[in-house]
């Protein structure tokens, strides 16, 4: 099921930072997806680790039995029908 969100055009967005030592990394994070966040020492770098975190993201909250958000015009994918015993 995360598979099919992250299908998703969801709206990913980098900007510069600085690390608590002052070292400068890059920020990425999910406008639709609050806290869905990563750093990187690149921006691909921090993209990267941000498809990671979007997963973990959506998968938790679907664990958790919620709906994640999803991006503006999209459509909620289809949950799969339980199998029948």
Partial sequence: MVEQYLRLPYTRRVRPDEGTRGESLFLAGV???????????TADEALEWLEDAISMYIGSMLEDGLDPPIPAGSTRPEQPEPAVR
């Fill in 31 to 41: 406008d639709e997806l609050p806290g869905c966040e990563s750093h990187g020492e």
